[in-house]
Nanobody, 115 residues
């Protein structure tokens, strides 16, 4: 299964964006899916997680502002980002995890928050 992230762009502070991560195959059997981000000069960090049961978890810096969701019928992962801040500027990556032995990364999509 290949992952294709999209939806990044330039947005003003306080604005919103929705990222999508489309899988080339079914995501029904994927154990968990994640969004990560990497800002210039910084390490990649985990932003949000959603499991096969629909449980979600978020990094402290995005709690209350970002929402992760998945649509198994469309084989797509989403990240709704509201109240964006300049510090949210980063390349965002999606990741699918089937097991400890199998995972897959999508290519990144750039989000720039600037006035």
């Amino acid at each position: 299964v290949q992952l294709q992230a999209s939806g990044g762009g330039l947005v003003q502070p306080g604005g919103s964006l929705r990222l999508s991560c489309a899988a080339s195959g079914s995501i029904f059997s994927i154990n968990s899916m994640h969004w990560y981000r990497q800002a210039p000069g910084k390490e990649r960090e985990l932003v949000a997680t959603i499991t096969t049961t629909g449980s979600t978890d978020y990094g402290d810096s995005v709690k209350g502002r970002f929402t992760i969701s998945r649509d198994n019928t469309k084989s797509t992962l989403y990240l709704q980002m509201n109240s964006l801040r300049p510090e949210d500027t980063a390349v965002y990556y999606c990741k699918a995890v089937w097991s400890v032995w199998r995972s897959s990364w999508g290519q990144g999509t750039l989000v720039t928050v600037s006035s």
